[in-house]
Nanobody, 124 residues
Framework: QVQLVESGGGLVQPGGSLRLSCAASGSISRIDDMRWYRQAPGKERELVATVSSGGSTHYADSVKGRFTISRDNAKNTAYLQMNSLKPVDTAVYYC??????????????????WGQGTQFAVSS
């Protein structure tokens, strides 16, 4: 079993900064892409940023230049540094990752999973 746990939500003023963390734990052999999604009230979940195991990154146009995704492979943790925050960034942010895990039989299994989400609001 692999678990993803997000942290770092809260309330931030417009123009402020916040960093989210996503820590993966469990019988992990390898973590491939790690992603941050967000879902604002009444809207569909959208992909915000992706970081590969090698550190390549991709961002949604709406956050380019403001958000930075990174990861620490030794800690199986991804981060999302968010600067110049706007009220439209208010959402529940979810971590998503692809991994290779070892199951009870000793086999390696590829899977994808989600964290429980962390919420923050940008408001004055």
């Amino acid at each position: 079993q692999v678990q993803l746990v997000e942290s770092g939500g809260g309330l931030v003023q417009p123009g402020g900064s916040l960093r989210l963390s996503c820590a993966a734990s469990g019988s992990i052999s390898r973590i491939d892409d790690m992603r941050w999604y967000r879902q604002a009230p009444g809207k569909e979940r959208e992909l915000v940023a992706t970081v590969s195991s090698g550190g390549s990154t991709h961002y949604a146009d709406s956050v380019k230049g403001r958000f930075t995704i990174s990861r620490d492979n030794a800690k199986n943790t991804a981060y999302l540094q968010m600067n110049s925050l706007k009220p439209v960034d208010t959402a529940v942010y979810y971590c998503n990752a692809d991994w290779l895990a070892v199951v009870a039989s000793g086999e390696f299994v590829s899977a994808q999973g989600w964290g429980q989400g962390t919420q923050f609001a940008v408001s004055s």
